[in-house]
């Protein structure tokens, strides 16, 4: 048996992050060269969404430029990673008896690559992306984060990009202005993973106006829900760019780092 890995929550923010030099990009750098090298990595994304469940199963994934008016730049990054048909049918199993579509076509949405670019830019660890089947249940997606924990053991890590706070027609980013609610959510969520009391979290229309306003449309949040589903019982988790801005969060977690 390989040395267990760790997993990963990322608040990914503007897909800027991906090519500008900035705390956050420096961080997710160290946490590439700090972490032990995994065989192949498996990152749920907030910016794929379907109705059922789907994994990338191409052997060479393209890179998604899904998104609008930033710079040229952005749109020329690529990220050349091969991807691993045989990882995604072994999600599949794992998730099974649940059914998971192999998608040979999809490639790398910004919620992965902007991450994962900067941690490993020589682009040779192969990539799967496994989408958020809004049709599911927030409990769902956690006891999935739970069924694909064997990963760990096989040389897998798996990464999950968001932001535990994202509401962007919330604030005004030209003032620049963070409201009391996204910090205090923010808090109480980092509170929560460090008590290991995932329910609330996962139930968490019960955290009132505050998770309700911060958490908004929920993509951006459930790939919380399947890093926490796989971290170990009493896993020390450890922040780092912990970080709220406007409505968003940068706050991001390790468990087994």
Same mark, same amino acid.
């Given at each position: 048996?390989?040395?267990?890995?760790?997993?990963?929550?990322?608040?990914?923010?503007?897909?800027?992050?991906?090519?500008?030099?900035?705390?956050? *990009?420096? #961080?997710?750098? &160290?946490?590439?060269?700090?972490?032990? +090298?995994?065989? @192949?990595? /498996?990152?749920?994304?907030?910016?794929?969404?379907?109705?059922?469940?789907?994994?990338?199963?191409?052997?060479?994934?393209?890179?998604?430029?899904?998104?609008?008016?930033?710079?040229?730049?952005?749109?020329?990054?690529?990220?050349?990673?091969?991807?691993?048909?045989?990882?995604?049918?072994?999600?599949?199993?794992?998730?099974?008896?649940?059914?998971?579509?192999?998608?040979?076509?999809?490639?790398?949405?910004?919620?992965?690559?902007?991450?994962?670019?900067?941690?490993?830019?020589?682009?040779?660890?192969?990539?799967?992306?496994?989408?958020?089947? *809004?049709? #599911?249940?927030? &409990?769902?997606?956690?006891?999935?984060? +739970?069924?694909? @924990?064997? /990963?760990?053991?096989?040389?897998?890590?798996?990464?999950?990009?968001?932001?535990?706070?994202?509401?962007?027609?919330?604030?005004?980013?030209?003032?620049?202005?963070?409201?009391?609610?996204?910090?205090?959510?923010?808090?109480?969520?980092?509170?929560?993973?460090?008590?290991?009391?995932?329910?609330?979290?996962?139930?968490?229309?019960?955290?009132?106006?505050?998770?309700?306003?911060?958490?908004?449309?929920?993509?951006?949040?459930?790939?919380?829900?399947?890093?926490?589903?796989?971290?170990?019982?009493?896993?020390?988790?450890?922040?780092?760019?912990?970080?709220?801005?406007?409505?968003?969060?940068?706050?991001?977690?390790?468990?087994?780092?």
């Amino acid at each position: 048996m390989s040395e267990r890995l760790p997993v990963l929550f990322l608040g990914h923010g503007s897909p800027m992050n991906a090519i500008e030099d900035n705390s956050w *990009r420096r #961080a997710w750098a &160290q946490a590439g060269e700090r972490l032990t +090298r995994p065989r @192949a990595i /498996l990152c749920v994304s907030a910016h794929w969404e379907t109705q059922g469940a789907a994994v990338t199963a191409s052997p060479a994934p393209p890179t998604i430029h899904d998104f609008g008016g930033f710079p040229q730049a952005l749109f020329e990054v690529q990220y050349p990673v091969p991807g691993d048909p045989a990882l995604a049918r072994r999600v599949a199993q794992l998730l099974s008896p649940d059914p998971v579509r192999q998608d040979p076509g999809r490639g790398l949405d910004h919620g992965a690559w902007s991450v994962l670019a900067p941690m490993y830019p020589a682009a040779n660890i192969p990539i799967v992306q496994l989408s958020l089947d *809004r049709a #599911a249940s927030n &409990q769902w997606h956690y006891e999935a984060g +739970r069924r694909l @924990a064997p /990963l760990r053991d096989e040389g897998v890590l798996i990464v999950g990009s968001g932001d535990i706070v994202h509401n962007l027609r919330a604030v005004d980013f030209r003032r620049g202005e963070t409201p009391d609610w996204a910090v205090r959510f923010n808090d109480t969520a980092k509170r929560l993973i460090e008590a290991g009391d995932h329910q609330p979290l996962i139930d968490y229309a019960q955290l009132g106006p505050e998770a309700e306003a911060s958490i908004n449309s929920a993509e951006h949040y459930l790939p919380l829900l399947y890093v926490l589903g796989a971290a170990e019982p009493g896993e020390r988790p450890d922040f780092f760019n912990d970080d709220v801005f406007a409505a968003i969060s940068m706050t991001s977690v390790a468990f087994g780092a």
